[in-house]
T-cell receptor, first 113, second 111 residues
C-alpha cells in the first residue's frame, strides 16, 4: 500500500457542488498538507495541519476548508466548486525532523464544469 | 514577499550532464529542497541543502550558496527516465514545516 493515499484519483463535478477530497497516510507523521498544482504555477499551499487540533491556512485557502479527522486522515473540501478550482490536488506528510522531505500522494485531478 | 525562479524548460541528450538553477528571494531562509515529478504524478523528494556546498546522491547532486540566494540541481549521465519536471522548494526558519515551491523546470532528455 502507498504511504499516502488520495481518493478519488479523478473527479468531474459541476459548478456550485460541494466536494470532498480525502487523504490518508501510514507514515505515522503528525504533519499533513494540501497543495494545489496548476500548469506553470508550481505547487501552492492550501492548508496544513501539525496535529489533530492544529489547522492552519496556507497561501490560497479561500474557497476551501479542511478536516483533520485523525492523525492519519486529512480531508479537503470545496464548499461550492467553481471552474477556476480545476487543478491537480496533492496531499503530503512530513516528519517534523525532516520537513524538507515531504511524502506526497498520487494526487486528485479535479475538473469543475 | 518571497519568490523562486527556475527556467521553465531544459533539453539535454542522453548521457550528458545538465544543471537546473534556482534563485530565491525570501526572508527567514532555512534550506533548499529538490523534487522530481513525472507526468503529473506524485512529486518525489530528491535532495536537500541547508548549508553551503554540494550534496551528492548518486547521479544527482545539489548545490547551495546562501550568500547568492542560489542553488542548482546537477544531473549526470542522463537517462531517458530522467525526463520529468524538477521543482526547487524553500523551507523557512521557525519550524513551520511549510515548503514554498518554484514553478518547476521541465527536463526533456533526447536520445
Amino acid at each position: 500500500d502507498a504511504d499516502v493515499t488520495q481518493t478519488p484519483r479523478n473527479r468531474i463535478t459541476k459548478t456550485g457542488k460541494r466536494i470532498m477530497l480525502e487523504c490518508s497516510q501510514t507514515k505515522g507523521h503528525d504533519r499533513m498538507y494540501w497543495y494545489r498544482q496548476d500548469p506553470g504555477l508550481g505547487l501552492r499551499l492550501i492548508y496544513y495541519s501539525f496535529d489533530v487540533k492544529d489547522i492552519n491556512k496556507g497561501e490560497i485557502s479561500d474557497g476551501y476548508s479542511v478536516s483533520r479527522q485523525a492523525q492519519a486522515k486529512f480531508s479537503l473540501s470545496l464548499e461550492s466548486a467553481i471552474p477556476n478550482q480545476t487543478a491537480l490536488y496533492f496531499c503530503a506528510t512530513s516528519d517534523p525532523g525532516q520537513d524538507y522531505g515531504y511524502t506526497f500522494g498520487s494526487g486528485t485531478r479535479l475538473t469543475v464544469v | 514577499g518571497q519568490s523562486l525562479e527556475q527556467p521553465s524548460e531544459v533539453t539535454a541528450v542522453e548521457g550528458a550532464i545538465v544543471q537546473i538553477n534556482c534563485t530565491y528571494q525570501t526572508s527567514g531562509f532555512y534550506g533548499l529542497s529538490w523534487y522530481q515529478q513525472h507526468d503529473g504524478g506524485a512529486p518525489t523528494f530528491l535532495s536537500y541543502n541547508a548549508l553551503d556546498g554540494l550534496e551528492e546522491t548518486g547521479r544527482f547532486s545539489s548545490f547551495l550558496s546562501r550568500s547568492d540566494s542560489y542553488g542548482y540541481l546537477l544531473l549526470q549521465e542522463l537517462q531517458m527516465k530522467d525526463s520529468a519536471s524538477y521543482f526547487c522548494a524553500v523551507s523557512k526558519t521557525g519550524n513551520t514545516g511549510k515548503l514554498i515551491f518554484g514553478q518547476g523546470t521541465t527536463l526533456q532528455v533526447k536520445p
